[in-house]
């Protein structure tokens, strides 16, 4: 049978089964949407006997289904009472899916209806299963912009109301968040900053953002946010433990009368099922009046039930945060200092990924700037033409890792400066391809006893070389410097092809010619590289070949794709490193 064939038959006894069960389809709607009732009985624990009900719903078929999941609406009246399995209105869809229990591609109608079932007696018991994840809140409510949190955001832990400030950009909503401790109250408000570390790579600045001041409230247990002003204050009242009215008298003292602008931020902290701290960022829409400020009656239900809660997504930002999917590596590399020679294609890829991995500080050395010809290769795009190499990758290494900290370095010939840059250094990059400069290179670090990778690209990047000097044990640049020295088979000599470069307008220098896909390809294994030597996880080879594409005409090494790795012993009378 055909796999077309086997889909239909699929879809053909889904719909029969649901028929079978009493759904109706309303085929002339898009998506295919069924109604029905569940009929869900359960045990009531306090008095032992047995209580039913009827629930009506609603199952759409989306586009794509059977591959995505059929979306759960309940169509009962009055509406079920909120839950954290309940999505907000106007849906009202039932979230049956956890994490390690998904739908599944050709899940039965009757394996469906019995999720459904089961969802059901678990509301009517409150008895969920332990799986049964506790979504993110702000998912219940509309959603107004992302906020970012940083590293400066630490309520005080003994307290339960504070004041932060949001800073929104004027072209997106996008908002920083900042705390306000104690010891800053004192401060105007027009004092208070956004977390540095946030704001330079975002690229927020006084002048194209304006600051919202509001209240934060540290919850003793999360609750399902309302949609309105009112029942959110009555709701964290009782959430605290405090007398009705007390969040709304907070707020006036904060707020005022006539608050300014068009609503008011308000912060919930609490501890989700899994004991992690999380913070739910609310938008108060105050309601329009012409050009004039409505008041606020802050003890008034029926007046501040017209305010609109809006929710912000959180988007935690701190280093933890941003490393957290690379843990298992970073943590070992926040403290090492790596210096990369030559930020050109190559050289920033390598720069970007160590940053990416968490290397805690590069430095970057080159004096040229970016042209429009390097950005097809460049990590570095148009809108950086004109800037130093240097200056622009550190900016994107500070929008990808702010916490990594770049340090610019002009291109010297001076041994002494060399040996500066070279200090409190874990590993030596060179991808300068300037075979007399990493020769003086090769010199310093050694002198310096520190580990030099040498990373080359060849013949369009189709070829990629990379040279490890550890200690004694390797080869030097130096060693290989009379390729006669060397059979093929211990280091390959790679034939030059004079129609592969080209002198660039406005550069004044040989350019080589090579596409972004091969050049990365050996920017990725070069960063690897520097990574497992600085875990202590590199094997005994020093010498890796890397073929994107095997050369005509040659053999050996050079004639089979892939990565090849050589074990080479220094030269005995090598005058560079063994003296």
Not at 93 to 112: I, R, V, Y
Not at 270 to 280: K, P
Not at 390 to 402: L, M, Q, W
Not at 496 to 501: H, I, L, R, S
Request: hydrophobic share 40%; aromatic share 10%; with cysteine.
């Amino acid at each position: 049978m055909a796999k077309s064939d086997a889909l239909q038959e699929y879809l053909e006894n889904f719909r029969f089964w649901l028929q079978d069960a009493g759904f109706t389809s309303r085929t002339e709607d898009s998506p295919e949407i069924w109604t029905g009732s569940i009929f869900v009985d359960w045990s009531d624990v306090q008095t032992g006997g047995r209580d039913s009900a009827i629930h009506k719903i609603s199952i759409l078929l989306l586009p794509g289904f059977p591959y995505r999941a059929p979306v759960i609406l309940s169509e009962d009246q009055p509406p079920l009472n909120s839950s954290w399995h309940l999505a907000p209105e106007p849906n009202h869809s039932l979230c049956l899916w956890p994490p390690d229990a998904g739908w599944e591609p050709h899940f039965t109608a009757q394996k469906l209806l019995s999720r459904i079932e089961d969802w059901f007696r678990y509301y009517h018991t409150n008895n969920w299963p332990p799986n049964s994840e506790v979504p993110d809140l702000h998912r219940y409510l509309e959603t107004h912009g992302i906020v970012v949190i940083g590293d400066e955001w630490m309520p005080e832990n003994n307290e339960t109301i504070g004041e932060f400030t949001l800073w929104q950009y004027d072209w997106v909503n996008i908002f920083v968040a900042a705390i306000c401790q104690k010891r800053d109250q004192h401060l105007p408000y027009n004092l208070w900053k956004p977390e540095a570390r946030l704001t330079q790579a975002l690229g927020v600045n006084r002048t194209n953002c304006h600051a919202h001041y509001g209240i934060w409230y540290h919850l003793s247990d999360p609750f399902v946010p309302p949609d309105n002003l009112w029942d959110l204050l009555i709701a964290i009242d009782q959430n605290l433990n405090e007398a009705e009215g007390y969040a709304s008298q907070t707020c006036l003292h904060k707020f005022g009368q006539k608050p300014k602008g068009s609503g008011c931020p308000i912060a919930l902290g609490y501890t989700d099922n899994r004991g992690q701290e999380r913070w739910l960022f609310l938008w108060i829409q105050f309601p329009q009046s012409g050009k004039k400020r409505t008041p606020v009656h802050w003890s008034n239900p029926s007046h501040l039930s017209n305010f609109k809660v809006k929710s912000f997504q959180t988007a935690p930002a701190r280093r933890a945060d941003l490393l957290r999917r690379s843990a298992y590596i970073s943590e070992h590399l926040y403290d090492h200092k790596v210096i990369v020679f030559g930020i050109g294609a190559l050289g920033s890829s390598v720069a970007l990924l160590l940053a990416k991995a968490g290397v805690g500080k590069i430095c970057v050395v080159d004096d040229d700037i970016l042209m429009p010809g390097n950005t097809m290769r460049h990590i570095c795009g148009l809108n950086m033409i004109g800037l130093k190499k240097t200056a622009a990758i550190s900016c994107i290494i500070n929008v990808h890792n702010p916490d990594c900290k770049v340090v610019e370095h002009s291109t010297t010939w001076d041994v002494k400066k060399l040996y500066d840059y070279l200090e409190d250094c874990s590993v030596v990059i060179d991808t300068t391809a300037n075979y007399n400069f990493s020769l003086l290179l090769n010199t310093v670090s050694i002198g310096c006893q520190l580990p030099v990778i040498f990373a080359t690209a060849y013949r369009r990047a189709t070829i990629g070389k990379i040279i490890i000097r550890r200690n004694d044990a390797d080869p030097c640049l130096a060693c290989y410097m009379d390729t006669a020295n060397w059979p093929d088979n211990k280091y390959p000599t790679i034939p030059a092809d004079p129609n592969e470069t080209f002198l660039e307008d406005g550069c004044g220098s040989v350019t080589e010619e090579a596409v972004a896909l091969d050049v990365e390809a050996i920017a990725n294994l070069t960063a690897r590289i520097v990574v497992k030597q600085l875990q202590g996880q590199l094997g005994d080879e020093n010498l890796a070949i890397l073929v994107n594409q095997p050369l005509a005409g040659e053999s050996g090494i050079l004639a089979h794709e892939g990565l090849h790795w050589l074990k080479n012993i220094p030269l005995p009378n090598c005058s560079i490193c063994q003296e």
